[in-house]
């Protein structure tokens, strides 16, 4: 069975920029005392001076999706602020169910992990409390940045003209303290009356490449591609509009654009926390790890904060380094205050703990994330995951037909055909198909705007599809980046095209980091066992259902398999 690390974002789409004021750090990553300055970084040094724009939208984790017309005057799609059980404020609606459910402390949904939500829920509510306090401060910023605007644009249609932009008050970071969709219906407002704002232009651009990542629409890509242009032709170089050029570029998987924009953009400002972690994604996803590692370590000592931490420890992750990992991700929780940023690091936590088989200690985790954000789709893809690795298959296909159902991408969709094919009963087999056909729809409509899905293309198809578009798809991605992921896929490809002498070396590309995956250790060994080498085979077959037991419903399966037939061979 192919990874699941792709659905439509970067191969880490996890490790996502998400900006906000962060809460002092008082301890290292290291483990360290703390040192004078009231900001740690993740290497545990002291911070470096932070000056430069607010940090960009965040990318990777959903928010509150309002309905959506169209304007007269721009075309442009517009959210109307009904946001689907939030308050503008992010907090969620509440109804007399949960004011019952609240004062009584009782939740009225049942299991282990509904437990685990509530009572993390309960022991936040204090916090919760003090964040809407920090977005309404938020709120008000933003009325005050437009009426900020408003005088300085006054002044050009007085005589001058030099485009304007109210820069602080209109600053990425600004929307992700608030509802995205009102954001940018306020932004889209904004631009209406003050067109020659090109920080404006620069935020709505990054807003959209959001808006398409955590709703799944890659057609919000080009939108954001003409805000951003709009926004160079008002100010070329700017280094907002740059860092948001770079962020669209690696949300379409062009990564070698992604690198040149941000590289421009800290040309223009070293300090732009966007362009500094577009620069670390981009280096990831093009397998130079290295310098992904020198560029973590250069963003810490710039800007150190939660988009920081959360490369960092990913960039040692793949490096096999599980322990350092999880402490800076323990940092850029403490760290985090908005609801977004516990969501999406207490995530991130849990991902990490799946992949080492701690399946309980990964469900707290996915239980902190949705007590900060119940809707968040990543925290219920990966606890949905954490319950079919845990035997709790019904609650897995329950929880996953309710992602699919608002958002269709590759990852869930293929996890949830994978636990129909599994479950075998009446039906099951029309129901997995169908979860695989929309991969290759969605596939479409995201080349179709200008996304790059060969590597989705190849991990699908490779085990549910066109084996021999999977190898294509799989050796155009390898031309363009080698990383442990496109190694993988690769290999797979050609395995299952019957070429597994020539799959082998890039099945031991794909593990030579010492990233610890289960699905990588089980294609090597299965690939190893088809060219003969049974040693390796084994340890390699044992060696990812040691890890990760149940990394695979199907996967692992098959592996126990192939170890019963190399035992019997011995």
């Known amino acids: 069975m192919a990874p699941r690390t ?12 998400l900006p906000g004021t962060t809460a002092p750090v008082t301890e290292t990553a290291s483990g360290g005392a703390p040192g004078a300055t009231p900001t740690a970084t993740a290497s545990g040094g002291a911070p470096g001076a932070t000056p430069g724009e607010a940090a960009g939208p965040p990318t990777g984790r959903p928010e509150a999706t309002g309905a959506t017309g169209q304007t007269e005057e721009t075309g442009e799609t517009v959210e109307t602020g009904e946001t689907g059980g939030t308050r503008e404020t992010g907090e969620p609606k509440e109804t007399g169910e949960t004011r019952e459910t609240r004062e009584t402390g009782r939740t009225e949904e049942t299991g282990a992990d509904e437990d685990r939500v509530a009572a993390v829920r309960r022991v936040a509510a204090a916090g919760r409390r003090w964040r809407a306090v920090q977005l309404g401060a938020c709120a008000a910023m933003l009325a005050v940045g437009l009426t900020a605007g408003a005088i300085a644009l006054g002044a050009v249609r007085d005589g001058g003209a030099t485009p304007v932009v109210a820069a602080a008050a209109l600053s990425p970071g600004l929307l992700a303290g608030a509802d ?15 067109p020659r704002d090109f920080g404006g232009w620069a935020t709505l651009g990054l807003a959209y490449v959001e808006q398409a990542r955590t ?15 709009r926004s160079l032709a008002l100010r070329p170089d700017n280094d907002q509009a740059l860092a948001g050029r770079a962020a669209l570029a690696a949300a ?14 800290l040309r223009q400002n070293p300090y732009n926390e966007r362009a500094l972690c577009s620069r670390i994604d981009a280096l990831v996803e093009l397998g130079r790890y290295e310098e992904a590692s020198a560029a973590a370590r250069i963003a810490d000592e710039r800007r150190p904060g939660v988009p920081v931490f959360t490369r960092y420890a990913y960039v040692h992750e793949l490096r096999g380094d599980v322990t350092t990992a999880r402490r800076v991700l323990d940092q850029a929780l403490a760290a985090s205050t908005t609801p977004g940023d516990i969501a999406y690091v207490a995530t991130q936590l849990g991902q990490l703990a799946w992949n080492q088989g701690t399946y309980d200690t990964a469900l707290t985790h996915y239980a902190r994330a949705l007590a900060a954000d119940e809707n968040y789709l990543p925290a219920l893809e990966g606890r949905a995951r954490a319950q079919a690795a845990s035997g709790r298959r019904a609650e897995a296909i329950q929880g996953l ?9 590759p990852g869930p969709l293929v996890e949830l055909g994978e636990l129909y094919e599994a479950r075998g009963g009446e039906g099951d087999a029309a129901k997995a198909e169908a979860q695989y056909r929309l991969v290759d729809a969605w596939t479409a409509l995201a080349r179709a705007n200008g996304v790059n899905a060969d590597l989705d293309t190849a991990l699908a198809a490779a085990d549910h599809g066109d084996k021999a578009a999977a190898l294509r798809a799989a050796r155009a991605e390898w031309d363009r980046r080698r990383t442990v992921h496109t190694a993988d896929a690769l290999a797979w490809a050609l395995h299952v095209n019957g070429k597994d002498d020539e799959a082998l070396p890039y099945a031991r590309q794909a593990t030579a980091s010492g990233y610890g995956n289960a699905a990588l250790l089980y294609h090597r060994g299965v690939i190893e066992h088809a060219t003969g080498h049974r040693d390796d085979a084994r340890s390699h077959l044992t060696a990812a259902l040691k890890l990760n037991p149940g990394f695979s419903v199907l996967g692992a399966r098959e592996a126990r398999a192939a170890l019963k037939t190399l035992e019997a061979a011995k």
Not at 6 to 17: I, L, Q, V
């Open 6 to 17: 792709n659905d439509g974002e970067p191969e880490r789409e996890r490790a996502a920029s």
């Open 401 to 409: 037909e309710n992602v699919v159902a608002r958002f269709p991408l």
């Open 252 to 265: 379409r998987h062009a990564f070698g654009d992604a690198l040149a924009h941000a590289d421009r953009a």
């Open 215 to 229: 709703q799944g629409d890659p057609s919000r890509y080009p939108q954001a591609e003409q805000a951003l242009q």
């Open 180 to 194: 995205l969709s009102t954001g940018i219906a306020s932004l889209q407002a904004h631009l209406r009356d003050q």
